[in-house]
């Protein structure tokens, strides 16, 4: 093989791209824009729900005005609108919304019991529910010192059993939590879809167009074909990845520090986090490649490129899922072995043997689909499909 | 000169199983003569000009060019070879000499002879009112040009030309013709496949006559004639292929 051929057709494919709005929207525009205006459009939107949602008046039916008096003494610092309402109408104000709960108070063997009635697919009336809730819990941790006092039981029975939880892990860490589950799952899919552009456009892409035959009729190996395509296709979805990886992390960087979501990660953390993914758009370069030389369309291509990208979203997945952790059991996964050391490397927690054994596989995995794709592109029956 | 010799092609096609394209296909080019190969859509010609272009390897059979087997080095054939079909595509985002120059290095030319060469043919396909376009807003005629430019700018010395006007207008078609008849009296190799009868009878001086895969008749495109009573070729074709006018 030859370096400089594989240069000219590497310029010419990247000349090409560049100049094509498709691919500038996919690859840098989307990741660069559109995902940071998601995560942090959807992370201020569901802040300022819940705390609208959280602090609005809860609308709260009652049947007698006994049952409401109690209820109002204990649920002070909630602020409520009672509406009184006859008990056959309970369950017409709950399905029109009008009511967020009806409550009832009574007794039983003498316990106080308080029953709610509400819709609990209905999130709203769920969250304020969790509210009333933990104001009966105020309530009842009251009573029962009470009670306890009555007979002469001290109070501090209360702590017979008590649990101390010494967290070592820094505010920083515990802040990067939120994104060190979501960012590896999404770095994975932008860069799969970062290298299926490319991939599915330099092979299938150039069969349909009609320039794939003048190419192969050129004095130049179809390795040199392949491997300069490919090239091409590694950059753009590194290039994708790094899009993503930059306005993620300034996104979470820019979010108020109060937002659940908001997390810090150094410049040294994006750079380990960059070096990680090479193995991600060398793997899916090749193999998606190698999948878009098998078919005969672009149509074709996508309809074998989607089951794919199905099949990683799970493996993907895996740093959002508790359980799965960064060990022996997990390094020989593919895909789940990338996922797991991104997360460790926001976390700032990086095993070395993890971080070996997961790019010498991915490297290894890599290499056998570009021999993969030098096979494909080397058999007159997939390059001439269709013809 | 360019010898085919037994030139068989089969090809493994799902559901159809083993196909033949080509079937014993042989006939010899001559340089400064134009070499008709012709024949109806599915007769064979393109897979026999693919193999001659090594795009494909013959199942039995050889290729020769000045004596020596085509498939011993096949990256030196390909560099002394200009391969173009009324299919081929041109790259939309490139501008004409980005197309050229792009062919040009891949074929090992030296930048300095690019620039020279693209000149001159830019000057002899009159292409000079496209240079500032990109191929993507090219007619199709004005494409072909490019494709042409891209076909001689390793100043070929075997031109393997597939339908070259397919597709295109009078006046393209004009151009290309004119084009092919310059090459023959540059000494060229050409190998010219096409169906249109016509066209072959205007340029051609030797024919190969392909039918379902098989080479019915190889040789002087006088001789073809004049064995005929000179009869028009269209009918020489059918009476070879053995089916009524």
């Avoid at chain 1, 006859?86 to 009832?104: P, Y």
């Amino acid at each position: 093989m030859r370096a400089g051929i594989i240069w000219s057709i590497f310029k010419k494919e990247v000349l090409d791209l560049i100049r094509d709005k498709r691919s500038i929207i996919g690859v840098i525009l989307i990741p660069l824009i559109a995902m940071p205006l998601l995560m942090g459009g959807v992370s201020v939107f569901m802040a300022s729900r819940m705390k609208k949602v959280t602090q609005e008046t809860v609308n709260i039916g009652y049947l007698t005005a006994e049952e409401k008096a109690h209820m109002s003494a204990i649920f002070t610092e909630v602020d409520i609108n009672w509406v009184l309402i006859k008990r056959e109408d309970i369950a017409q104000f709950l399905k029109d919304k009008k009511l967020h709960f009806v409550a009832e108070f009574g007794t039983e063997n003498s316990s106080e019991v308080y029953t709610f009635h509400y819709d609990k697919a209905n999130t709203s009336s769920d969250l304020k529910y969790r509210k009333l809730r933990s104001a009966l819990a105020d309530y009842e941790n009251v009573l029962i010192k009470e009670i306890l006092v009555e007979h002469g039981v001290p109070d501090n029975i209360w702590d017979t059993v008590m649990v101390k939880i010494e967290n070592i892990a820094s505010e920083k860490k515990m802040k990067s939590m939120f994104l060190a589950m979501l960012l590896p799952y999404m770095l994975i899919l932008i860069t799969m879809s970062g290298a299926s552009y490319p991939a599915t456009d330099l092979s299938v892409g150039e069969k349909e167009r009609g320039t794939l035959e003048t190419l192969l009729a050129a004095s130049i190996l179809r390795k040199e074909i392949v491997i300069g395509k490919y090239l091409t296709t590694v950059l753009v979805a590194l290039v994708s990845s790094a899009s993503s990886l930059i306005s993620i992390s300034l996104t979470f960087r820019l979010l108020p520090s109060s937002s659940q979501f908001a997390a810090e990660i150094s410049f040294q953390t994006m750079i380990t986090a960059f070096f990680a993914i090479l193995p991600v758009a060398m793997i899916f370069s090749a193999l998606v490649f190698a999948i878009a030389s098998f078919a005969k369309s672009m149509k074709e291509a996508q309809g074998y490129i989607g089951p794919l990208t199905m099949a990683v979203i799970f493996p993907a997945m895996v740093s959002i899922f508790p359980g799965f952790e960064a060990d022996m059991s997990t390094v020989f996964i593919p895909i789940v072995n990338i996922s797991l050391l991104l997360k460790n490397i926001i976390l700032g927690d990086v095993r070395g043997y993890y971080l070996i054994i997961t790019l010498l596989e991915s490297f290894l995995l890599a290499g056998f689909f570009i021999i993969m794709a030098f096979r494909l592109f080397d058999r007159e029956s997939v390059i001439f499909k269709g013809e | 000169m360019l010898e085919v010799k037994d030139l068989w092609k089969r090809f493994k096609i799902p559901k159809k199983g083993i196909v033949e394209a080509v079937k014993g296909a042989s006939f010899t080019v001559t340089p400064g003569r134009i070499f008709g190969l012709l024949g109806p859509n599915g007769a064979g010609k393109t897979t026999t000009l693919r193999t001659i272009a090594t795009i494909f390897s013959p199942s039995k059979g050889d290729i020769l060019y000045k004596g020596k087997s085509i498939f011993d080095d096949k990256l030196a054939h390909r560099k002394r070879l200009g391969f173009i079909s009324g299919n081929t595509g041109v790259y939309d985002r490139l501008y004409p000499e980005e197309v050229a120059t792009y062919f040009g290095r891949l074929n090992l030319v030296e930048d300095h002879l690019i620039k020279s060469r693209f000149k001159e043919i830019v000057e002899m396909l009159n292409m000079g009112d496209i240079l500032k376009s990109r191929c993507g807003k090219l007619s199709t005629g004005e494409k072909q040009k490019v494709s042409i430019a891209r076909m001689l700018i390793n100043d070929p010395e075997i031109l393997i030309l597939d339908e070259p006007t397919n597709g295109l207008d009078v006046i393209s078609s004009r151009t290309i013709v004119n084009f092919i008849k310059e090459s023959k009296g540059k000494g060229k190799t050409l190998v010219l496949s096409t169906h249109i009868l016509s066209e072959a009878e205007y340029l051609c001086d030797d024919v190969g006559i392909m039918h379902k895969g098989e080479m019915l008749y190889s040789g002087d495109l006088k001789e073809l004639r004049s064995s005929y009573k000179d009869i028009p070729l269209e009918s020489v074709f059918f009476k070879l292929v053995g089916e009524e006018i």
